[in-house]
């Protein structure tokens, strides 16, 4: 079978980090194209300033994979939809929970594969973390998110901005994993969100959920740590407790810890190869949805100015 034509669309950080060297390391995949208003490409692969351009002039593309701020998602998602061309969207699927259902709808119209990638579901620990869990009782978790943005997010004017998602940027990579991994369904009873006195987002938040159940689970993200970062998620269980930690690379259960490479976007684009091929779609807007009950259900409060 001929590989999928992709074009990457926005040359940041993700595109440069993990989807190069995942595109590159899967043969159902071939790199057409690149796309980026001020980036210069990569040598020997075409590279365009717009998506119009690279729709209008070519080359021909079968799939592109949207790496560009969340804000603009949308508006390119519809432009390689209406052709027929299959999306793979970054984390978080877009802007807003409507827009999403409204590219969903597009893409079951036309026959193309949406692809809502969740990258931190594909961590290591996660798909045992889930299988461990199925059949437990859980009694509380704790999920602690704490990390410097200044390291990790340097010079990036848009996640400050609104649909940027300030600290839930991170923070929905820890919501996508204990959606996928808790064996309940869960909510926001209540929190606080602490913006900046100069900024348009949060830079950290105290939230408390409930499952179905009634277990609580509470979540501390804070982009304000120096020193050893933190991403990780405890939940105590009637048969003990289960730790991912370092983003869900690392498992410990009371049998042990497991610590496996990191195959998170090769295992996203094995993902996106067999959708298209099964003519299928994936969205899951839950992590999102969550996010969102955040901005509407917790108390703001203003924090200190931040000065990158
Ligand atoms: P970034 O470094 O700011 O890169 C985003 C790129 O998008 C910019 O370089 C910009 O290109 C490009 N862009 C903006 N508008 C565009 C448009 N209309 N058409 C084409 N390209 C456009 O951000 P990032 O860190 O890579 O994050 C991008 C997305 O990936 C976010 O949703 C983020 O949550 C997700 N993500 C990031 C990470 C991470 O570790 N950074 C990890 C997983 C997922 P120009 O420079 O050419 O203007």
């Not at 159902?28 to 490409?41: E, N, Y």
């Not at 704490?146 to 990579?173: T, Y």
């Not at 408390?208 to 120096?226: E, H, K, S, V, Y």
């Not at 090769?266 to 067999?274: E, P, S, V």
Request: glycine share 8%.
């Amino acid at each position: 079978m001929e590989p999928t034509r992709i074009a990457l669309v926005g040359m940041g950080k993700i595109a440069r980090d993990q989807h190069l060297p995942a595109i590159a390391g899967d043969a159902g995949f071939s790199l057409a194209a690149t796309v980026s208003p001020h980036d210069r490409g990569i040598d020997g692969i075409p590279h365009l300033d717009s998506l119009d351009d690279l729709l209008a002039n070519g080359p021909a593309v079968d799939a592109v994979a949207l790496c560009t701020p969340p804000q603009v998602r949308y508006d390119l998602a519809t432009l390689a939809l209406k052709r027929g061309i299959h999306v793979f969207l970054e984390k978080p699927p877009g802007a807003t929970l409507a827009e999403v259902d409204v590219l969903q709808e597009r893409a079951r119209k036309t026959g193309s594969t949406l692809f809502a990638a969740w990258h931190s579901r594909f961590a290591a620990g996660v798909a045992p973390a889930r299988a461990w869990l199925a059949d437990r009782h859980v009694s509380k978790v704790e999920i602690v998110w704490r990390e410097d943005v200044r390291v990790w997010h340097p010079g990036q004017a848009w996640i400050w901005e609104p649909g940027g998602l300030g600290v839930f940027d991170p923070g929905i990579n820890a919501l996508s994993i204990a959606t996928h991994i808790l064996p309940r369904p869960f909510f926001l009873r209540s929190g606080t969100l602490e913006l900046p006195a100069n900024r348009a987002a949060p830079i950290a938040a105290q939230l408390l959920f409930c499952d179905a159940a009634g277990a609580p689970i509470t979540m501390d993200l804070d982009w304000r740590q120096t020193g050893p970062q933190s991403w990780d998620i405890t939940i105590e269980t009637d048969a003990g407790t289960c730790k991912l930690t370092r983003g869900g690379s690392v498992l410990t259960l009371p049998s042990g810890t497991e610590h496996s490479e990191d195959r998170e976007y090769a295992g996203l684009y094995a993902r996106f190869a067999t959708l298209i091929r099964t003519g299928r779609s994936d969205v899951d807007t839950g992590p999102l949805k969550l996010v969102a009950d955040a901005f509407l259900r917790a108390r703001r409060e203003t924090a200190e100015a931040f000065v990158e």
